[in-house]
């Protein structure tokens, strides 16, 4: 998943800087999504200033904004070394950080399952030369829960796009502030699970923090069991 453009640190606290990609300014749930994403992945005091490219309308979440600047004004650079030297407060963080407690909550129960779900099949992590699925079939398992059926390991893009789209049914933005939706997570099945070098479990924690549960696609549980594991565990409570 791609975080924010820029992350600058000091005593003063967090400032996140943001652009939006050619892509993003298509599709701007894409970039909706990634700034659900990173608000919740990142510390409740960051400030998040938005940095609009030449010729661009952007049409988003302003109130989400510390600041909104354009790479065409030449005082951009010193409005945004002022804004990184003492990021303003505008967020609210008691709320801030009520919801974050309840997403970190949220994630480690989902994250466990995910993994007591793969236990015993780690012969089936994925290996390098192996056929790719880039799209998913979609149907719904018993008790409403999404799911994203890969006939082979899905490649890293194809995890990436199913994050966007969970972050859209696990988080929402209010005030300004992201908060959890109660929905319960979508169940992604895989044949071999993806693997990133250095660190096996990356992508199934980065599934898991935007609302997925990665499972094998063959497996001696029914669909009904599964459908009532994911509902009991991945919920907000």
């Known amino acids: 998943m791609r975080s ?11 400032t996140a800087i943001m652009m939006s990609t050619a892509e993003e300014l298509r599709r701007p749930k894409l970039f909706d999504a990634r700034l659900k994403l990173n ?34 004004d030449h005082a951009s650079r010193e409005d ?8 303003p407060k505008t967020r609210h963080l008691q709320k ?3 919801s974050q407690k309840h997403s970190e909550a949220r994630f480690a129960d989902t994250y466990r399952l995910a993994r007591a779900l793969r236990r015993g099949l780690r012969h089936r992590l994925a290996v390098d030369n192996v ?3 880039r799209a998913p079939y979609r149907d719904r398992l018993p008790n409403e829960i999404e799911g994203a059926f890969f006939p082979s390991t899905p490649s890293s893009q194809a995890i990436a796009n199913l994050a966007l789209e969970g972050a859209d049914r ?3 933005i209010w005030d300004g502030e992201p908060e959890p939706r109660p929905s ?24 898991a923090f935007a609302g997925w549960v990665m499972m094998p696609l063959q497996t001696d549980r029914s669909f009904e069991e599964l459908g009532a594991l994911v509902q009991r565990y991945t919920r907000l409570k």
Do not use: C
């Open 184 to 207: 319960a997570a979508g169940a992604a099945f895989v044949q071999s699970y993806p693997m990133a070098r250095g660190d096996p479990d990356k992508i199934l924690r980065a599934a």
């Open 96 to 98: 801030a950080e009520r």
């Open 39 to 72: 608000m919740m992945a990142l510390p409740p005091h960051t400030a998040f200033v938005y940095v609009a490219v030449k010729g661009e309308i952007w049409r988003g979440r302003q109130e989400a904004f510390a600041a909104e600047l354009s790479i065409e």
């Open 4 to 14: 924010v453009d820029v992350l600058a640190g000091g005593r003063s606290g967090l």
């Open 80 to 87: 945004l070394t002022r804004l990184a030297t003492n990021p």
């Open 170 to 172: 696990w988080y929402d």
């Open 131 to 133: 056929a790719v699925s």
